[in-house]
Protein backbone atom coordinates (compact mmCIF):
# COMPACT_ATOMS: atom_id res chain seq x y z
CA UNK A 1 0.00 0.00 0.00
CA UNK A 2 2.59 3.08 -1.19
CA UNK A 3 1.28 5.14 -3.37
CA UNK A 4 0.47 9.53 -2.96
CA UNK A 5 -2.71 9.40 -0.95
CA UNK A 6 -0.50 6.73 1.72
CA UNK A 7 2.40 8.57 2.08
CA UNK A 8 0.16 11.79 2.23
CA UNK A 9 -1.68 10.27 5.09
CA UNK A 10 1.43 9.17 6.94
CA UNK A 11 2.95 12.56 6.53
CA UNK A 12 0.05 14.08 8.30
CA UNK A 13 0.00 11.74 11.04
CA UNK A 14 3.01 12.97 11.64
CA UNK A 15 1.85 16.10 12.68
CA UNK A 16 -0.23 17.50 15.95
CA UNK A 17 -3.39 18.61 16.23
CA UNK A 18 -5.31 17.43 12.62
CA UNK A 19 -8.28 15.38 13.25
CA UNK A 20 -9.69 15.58 9.65
CA UNK A 21 -8.07 14.99 6.28
CA UNK A 22 -10.53 15.92 3.40
CA UNK A 23 -10.01 14.53 -0.14
CA UNK A 24 -12.13 16.42 -2.65
CA UNK A 25 -10.20 16.08 -6.31
CA UNK A 26 -6.78 15.60 -6.97
CA UNK A 27 -5.32 19.32 -6.30
CA UNK A 28 -8.32 19.59 -3.15
CA UNK A 29 -6.87 18.44 -0.17
CA UNK A 30 -7.90 20.36 3.28
CA UNK A 31 -6.94 19.61 6.59
CA UNK A 32 -9.10 20.76 10.11
CA UNK A 33 -6.76 21.71 13.22
CA UNK A 34 -7.82 23.66 15.67
CA UNK A 35 -11.73 23.24 14.54
CA UNK A 36 -9.97 24.89 11.00
CA UNK A 37 -10.20 23.96 7.72
CA UNK A 38 -6.60 24.68 5.90
CA UNK A 39 -5.94 23.80 2.44
CA UNK A 40 -2.76 22.33 1.86
CA UNK A 41 -0.70 21.87 -1.73
CA UNK A 42 -1.15 18.51 -2.80
CA UNK A 43 -1.14 17.30 -6.43
CA UNK A 44 -2.52 13.80 -6.73
CA UNK A 45 -3.14 11.64 -9.32
CA UNK A 46 -6.60 10.55 -10.00
CA UNK A 47 -5.35 7.05 -10.58
CA UNK A 48 -3.55 6.65 -7.12
CA UNK A 49 -6.89 7.75 -5.92
CA UNK A 50 -8.89 4.85 -7.50
CA UNK A 51 -6.01 2.51 -5.97
CA UNK A 52 -6.31 3.95 -2.50
CA UNK A 53 -10.35 3.32 -2.55
CA UNK A 54 -9.61 -0.06 -4.19
CA UNK A 55 -7.17 -0.66 -1.29
CA UNK A 56 -9.40 0.71 2.20
CA UNK A 57 -12.70 -1.72 0.25
CA UNK A 58 -9.93 -4.47 0.89
CA UNK A 59 -8.84 -3.69 4.21
CA UNK A 60 -12.59 -3.24 5.13
CA UNK A 61 -13.66 -6.32 3.07
CA UNK A 62 -16.47 -3.99 1.47
CA UNK A 63 -16.97 -3.16 -1.94
CA UNK A 64 -16.68 0.44 -3.21
CA UNK A 65 -17.58 0.26 -7.06
CA UNK A 66 -20.79 1.69 -9.32
CA UNK A 67 -23.43 -0.74 -7.42
CA UNK A 68 -22.03 0.40 -4.08
CA UNK A 69 -20.82 4.19 -4.47
CA UNK A 70 -21.05 5.16 -0.31
CA UNK A 71 -18.37 3.33 1.73
CA UNK A 72 -17.60 3.35 5.50
CA UNK A 73 -14.68 1.94 6.99
CA UNK A 74 -11.27 2.46 8.85
CA UNK A 75 -7.99 2.80 8.08
CA UNK A 76 -5.36 0.59 10.14
CA UNK A 77 -4.69 2.82 12.94
CA UNK A 78 -8.18 3.26 13.24
CA UNK A 79 -9.60 6.36 11.77
CA UNK A 80 -12.68 6.67 10.06
CA UNK A 81 -13.07 7.10 6.45
CA UNK A 82 -15.97 7.95 4.18
CA UNK A 83 -15.85 7.10 0.32
CA UNK A 84 -18.63 8.57 -2.23
CA UNK A 85 -17.14 7.55 -5.82
CA UNK A 86 -18.64 8.41 -8.94
CA UNK A 87 -21.17 9.18 -10.35
CA UNK A 88 -22.65 10.09 -7.45
CA UNK A 89 -19.82 13.01 -6.56
CA UNK A 90 -19.09 15.71 -9.29
CA UNK A 91 -15.58 15.46 -10.91
CA UNK A 92 -13.28 13.32 -8.29
CA UNK A 93 -14.77 10.77 -5.50
CA UNK A 94 -14.75 13.00 -2.00
CA UNK A 95 -12.48 10.98 0.82
CA UNK A 96 -13.37 12.07 4.51
CA UNK A 97 -10.75 10.64 7.33
CA UNK A 98 -11.44 11.39 10.63
CA UNK A 99 -8.71 10.57 12.69
CA UNK A 100 -8.01 8.74 15.47
CA UNK A 101 -6.71 10.38 18.64
CA UNK A 102 -4.35 7.93 20.21
CA UNK A 103 -3.65 9.84 23.03
CA UNK A 104 -7.30 10.40 24.14
CA UNK A 105 -7.78 7.16 26.71
CA UNK A 106 -9.37 8.13 29.49
CA UNK A 107 -10.68 11.12 32.06
CA UNK A 108 -7.33 10.04 33.96
CA UNK A 109 -4.65 10.60 31.28
CA UNK A 110 -6.62 13.70 29.97
CA UNK A 111 -7.78 15.82 32.99
CA UNK A 112 -8.31 18.79 30.74
CA UNK A 113 -10.43 16.89 28.25
CA UNK A 114 -13.61 18.81 27.06
CA UNK A 115 -12.54 21.66 29.18
CA UNK A 116 -13.78 19.88 32.51
CA UNK A 117 -12.87 20.41 35.81
CA UNK A 118 -12.01 17.71 38.53
CA UNK A 119 -15.12 18.11 40.17
CA UNK A 120 -17.20 17.61 36.97
CA UNK A 121 -14.59 14.24 36.15
CA UNK A 122 -15.95 13.16 39.27
CA UNK A 123 -19.67 13.89 38.40
CA UNK A 124 -19.15 11.89 35.04
CA UNK A 125 -17.67 8.84 36.76
CA UNK A 126 -20.39 8.95 39.03
CA UNK A 127 -23.62 8.94 36.74
CA UNK A 128 -21.44 6.29 35.10
CA UNK A 129 -20.84 3.95 37.90
CA UNK A 130 -24.42 5.08 38.84
CA UNK A 131 -25.77 3.06 35.79
CA UNK A 132 -27.50 6.22 35.01
CA UNK A 133 -28.84 6.56 31.20
CA UNK A 134 -27.07 8.85 29.08
CA UNK A 135 -27.14 11.04 25.36
CA UNK A 136 -24.24 12.10 24.10
CA UNK A 137 -25.85 15.14 21.81
CA UNK A 138 -23.50 17.42 19.28
CA UNK A 139 -22.88 18.41 15.90
CA UNK A 140 -20.79 16.91 13.09
CA UNK A 141 -17.07 17.12 14.70
CA UNK A 142 -17.62 17.90 18.09
CA UNK A 143 -16.20 14.49 19.44
CA UNK A 144 -19.11 12.59 20.36
CA UNK A 145 -17.29 9.35 19.80
CA UNK A 146 -14.28 10.55 21.85
CA UNK A 147 -16.67 11.43 24.55
CA UNK A 148 -18.97 7.99 24.01
CA UNK A 149 -14.97 6.02 24.94
CA UNK A 150 -13.93 8.47 27.91
CA UNK A 151 -17.38 7.30 29.54
CA UNK A 152 -17.36 3.78 28.61
CA UNK A 153 -13.90 3.53 30.10
CA UNK A 154 -15.50 4.37 33.31
CA UNK A 155 -17.18 1.12 32.80
CA UNK A 156 -17.18 -1.29 35.51
CA UNK A 157 -14.91 -4.05 34.34
CA UNK A 158 -17.18 -6.65 35.54
CA UNK A 159 -20.24 -5.62 33.17
CA UNK A 160 -21.37 -7.55 30.01
CA UNK A 161 -21.49 -5.00 27.09
CA UNK A 162 -22.99 -4.83 23.73
CA UNK A 163 -22.19 -2.06 21.42
CA UNK A 164 -23.82 -1.19 17.78
CA UNK A 165 -22.25 0.71 15.07
CA UNK A 166 -22.35 1.04 11.83
CA UNK A 167 -18.85 1.80 11.26
CA UNK A 168 -16.12 0.11 14.48
CA UNK A 169 -15.06 3.56 16.37
CA UNK A 170 -15.57 3.09 19.71
CA UNK A 171 -12.45 1.97 21.70
CA UNK A 172 -13.69 -0.54 24.45
CA UNK A 173 -11.04 -2.87 26.56
CA UNK A 174 -13.61 -4.60 28.64
CA UNK A 175 -13.22 -8.15 28.45
CA UNK A 176 -17.21 -8.94 28.21
CA UNK A 177 -17.96 -7.56 25.09
CA UNK A 178 -19.56 -8.36 22.13
CA UNK A 179 -19.28 -5.51 19.29
CA UNK A 180 -21.95 -5.37 16.47
CA UNK A 181 -21.68 -3.87 12.97
CA UNK A 182 -25.27 -2.87 10.83
CA UNK A 183 -25.17 -2.24 7.20
CA UNK A 184 -21.72 -4.65 6.91
CA UNK A 185 -22.08 -5.63 3.35
CA UNK A 186 -19.09 -7.72 2.77
CA UNK A 187 -17.00 -9.54 0.49
CA UNK A 188 -17.73 -13.00 2.50
CA UNK A 189 -21.48 -11.92 2.56
CA UNK A 190 -24.30 -9.82 0.72
CA UNK A 191 -26.84 -10.01 3.86
CA UNK A 192 -27.00 -7.03 5.63
CA UNK A 193 -28.95 -6.51 9.27
CA UNK A 194 -30.16 -2.64 10.23
CA UNK A 195 -29.09 -1.49 13.74
CA UNK A 196 -32.56 -1.98 14.68
CA UNK A 197 -32.49 -5.54 14.03
CA UNK A 198 -29.23 -5.96 16.05
CA UNK A 199 -30.87 -3.84 18.80
CA UNK A 200 -33.36 -6.58 19.10
CA UNK A 201 -31.17 -9.41 18.86
CA UNK A 202 -29.02 -8.07 21.34
CA UNK A 203 -32.03 -7.92 23.98
CA UNK A 204 -31.60 -11.84 23.75
CA UNK A 205 -27.39 -11.87 24.72
CA UNK A 206 -27.96 -10.81 28.05
CA UNK A 207 -26.11 -7.43 27.83
CA UNK A 208 -25.69 -5.49 31.26
CA UNK A 209 -25.62 -2.35 29.17
CA UNK A 210 -26.49 -1.14 25.46
CA UNK A 211 -24.08 1.44 23.86
CA UNK A 212 -24.92 2.37 20.16
CA UNK A 213 -22.69 5.02 18.59
CA UNK A 214 -25.21 7.13 17.14
CA UNK A 215 -28.78 6.63 16.56
CA UNK A 216 -29.85 7.29 13.47
CA UNK A 217 -33.63 6.11 13.05
CA UNK A 218 -36.19 4.03 14.77
CA UNK A 219 -33.79 1.59 16.69
CA UNK A 220 -33.88 4.94 19.33
CA UNK A 221 -37.70 3.03 19.70
CA UNK A 222 -35.89 -0.89 20.88
CA UNK A 223 -33.65 1.03 22.53
CA UNK A 224 -35.63 3.01 25.07
CA UNK A 225 -37.59 -0.21 25.71
CA UNK A 226 -34.02 -1.70 26.40
CA UNK A 227 -33.60 1.09 28.90
CA UNK A 228 -36.57 0.78 30.68
CA UNK A 229 -36.48 -2.86 30.91
CA UNK A 230 -33.45 -3.34 33.31
CA UNK A 231 -30.32 -2.29 30.80
CA UNK A 232 -29.21 0.69 33.07
CA UNK A 233 -26.27 2.62 32.15
CA UNK A 234 -26.54 1.80 28.34
CA UNK A 235 -25.73 5.11 26.62
CA UNK A 236 -26.30 6.94 22.48
CA UNK A 237 -25.56 9.56 20.87
CA UNK A 238 -27.65 11.74 18.71
CA UNK A 239 -27.03 14.52 16.08
CA UNK A 240 -28.07 17.89 17.45
CA UNK A 241 -26.88 21.35 18.10
CA UNK A 242 -28.49 21.44 21.34
CA UNK A 243 -29.77 19.55 24.35
CA UNK A 244 -33.71 20.79 23.56
CA UNK A 245 -33.21 20.43 20.32
CA UNK A 246 -31.88 16.49 21.02
CA UNK A 247 -35.36 16.32 22.76
CA UNK A 248 -37.03 17.11 19.32
CA UNK A 249 -34.93 15.26 17.38
CA UNK A 250 -35.55 11.88 19.31
CA UNK A 251 -39.24 12.21 19.18
CA UNK A 252 -38.82 12.19 15.62
CA UNK A 253 -36.70 9.29 15.37
CA UNK A 254 -38.46 6.97 17.92
CA UNK A 255 -41.72 7.31 15.48
CA UNK A 256 -39.34 6.02 12.86
CA UNK A 257 -40.06 2.82 14.35
CA UNK A 258 -43.11 3.02 12.20
CA UNK A 259 -45.43 2.75 15.19
CA UNK A 260 -48.80 4.66 15.44
CA UNK A 261 -48.01 6.07 18.87
CA UNK A 262 -49.71 9.31 20.65
CA UNK A 263 -46.83 12.04 21.33
CA UNK A 264 -47.53 11.85 25.13
CA UNK A 265 -47.02 8.76 25.01
CA UNK A 266 -43.67 8.71 23.05
CA UNK A 267 -42.67 11.44 25.23
CA UNK A 268 -43.26 9.04 28.56
CA UNK A 269 -41.14 6.85 27.12
CA UNK A 270 -38.16 9.04 27.03
CA UNK A 271 -38.87 10.24 29.82
CA UNK A 272 -38.53 7.74 31.75
CA UNK A 273 -35.80 6.10 29.62
CA UNK A 274 -33.05 8.57 29.67
CA UNK A 275 -32.00 10.52 32.80
CA UNK A 276 -29.07 12.74 31.27
CA UNK A 277 -28.27 14.71 27.89
CA UNK A 278 -24.69 15.59 27.68
CA UNK A 279 -24.41 18.54 24.96
CA UNK A 280 -21.10 19.04 23.15
CA UNK A 281 -20.28 22.06 20.75
CA UNK A 282 -16.95 24.14 20.44
CA UNK A 283 -15.80 27.48 22.00
CA UNK A 284 -14.56 30.42 20.66
CA UNK A 285 -11.01 29.12 20.29
CA UNK A 286 -12.52 25.86 18.06
CA UNK A 287 -11.80 23.51 21.50
CA UNK A 288 -13.90 20.56 21.71
CA UNK A 289 -15.86 21.43 25.19
CA UNK A 290 -19.09 20.36 26.98
CA UNK A 291 -21.33 23.00 26.74
CA UNK A 292 -24.43 22.21 28.53
CA UNK A 293 -25.70 18.97 31.00
CA UNK A 294 -28.87 18.64 31.29
CA UNK A 295 -31.45 16.28 33.68
CA UNK A 296 -34.61 14.86 32.37
CA UNK A 297 -36.95 14.66 35.35
CA UNK A 298 -40.27 13.20 34.12
CA UNK A 299 -43.22 14.51 32.76
CA UNK A 300 -45.76 17.74 33.74
CA UNK A 301 -49.09 16.65 31.58
CA UNK A 302 -47.88 16.60 27.98
CA UNK A 303 -44.51 18.27 28.13
CA UNK A 304 -40.91 16.63 29.44
CA UNK A 305 -39.43 18.22 32.23
CA UNK A 306 -35.96 19.07 32.32
CA UNK A 307 -33.58 21.40 34.71
CA UNK A 308 -29.78 22.55 33.44
CA UNK A 309 -27.78 21.27 35.82
CA UNK A 310 -24.05 23.44 34.05
CA UNK A 311 -23.51 25.13 31.17
CA UNK A 312 -20.61 27.07 29.99
CA UNK A 313 -20.33 30.39 30.85
CA UNK A 314 -16.72 32.31 30.34
CA UNK A 315 -15.00 29.47 29.25
CA UNK A 316 -16.03 27.16 32.29
CA UNK A 317 -18.55 24.62 32.79
CA UNK A 318 -20.65 26.43 35.66
CA UNK A 319 -23.47 24.67 37.85
CA UNK A 320 -26.24 26.15 37.74
CA UNK A 321 -27.29 25.79 41.31
CA UNK A 322 -30.19 22.84 41.24
CA UNK A 323 -29.11 20.20 42.28
CA UNK A 324 -29.69 16.61 40.32
CA UNK A 325 -33.24 14.93 41.73
CA UNK A 326 -31.16 11.85 40.99
CA UNK A 327 -28.97 12.95 43.53
CA UNK A 328 -29.52 9.77 45.97
CA UNK A 329 -28.81 7.52 43.65
CA UNK A 330 -25.81 9.20 42.46
CA UNK A 331 -24.45 8.82 45.75
CA UNK A 332 -26.05 5.13 46.42
CA UNK A 333 -24.75 3.69 43.39
CA UNK A 334 -22.31 5.75 42.16
CA UNK A 335 -20.84 6.99 45.25
CA UNK A 336 -21.27 10.54 44.89
CA UNK A 337 -21.38 12.60 48.03
CA UNK A 338 -25.06 13.60 48.69
CA UNK A 339 -23.09 17.11 49.37
CA UNK A 340 -21.52 17.65 46.68
CA UNK A 341 -23.10 20.37 45.11
CA UNK A 342 -22.76 22.74 48.07
CA UNK A 343 -19.14 22.74 47.36
CA UNK A 344 -19.31 23.57 43.27
Known sequence: MTNSIWNLINDLNKKGGITEILINGPKNVFVERGGQFIQINANLPASDIQLFIKDVADLNQKYCDNDNPILDGNLPDGSRINIINEPFVNGSPAISIRKYLKFISSFDATPSIFGLSPQWILFLKAVITG????????????????????????????ERVIAIEDTPELSITMPNVVRLESGAK??????????????????????????????????????????????????????????????????????????????????????????????????????????????????????????????????????????????????????????FFENM
Do not use: W
Open 131 to 158: RLNVVVSGGTGVGKTTFLNLLINEIPKN
Open 186 to 339: TLQSKSTLSTRDLVKNTLRMRPDRIIIGEVRGGELFDLFQAMNTGHDGSMTSVHSSSASECLSRMETLFLLAGYDIPMIVVRKQMASAIQFIIQLGRDKEGNRVISEIIEVCGMEGSIILVQTIASREDGFLEFKGITPKCIERLNRQGGLPLN
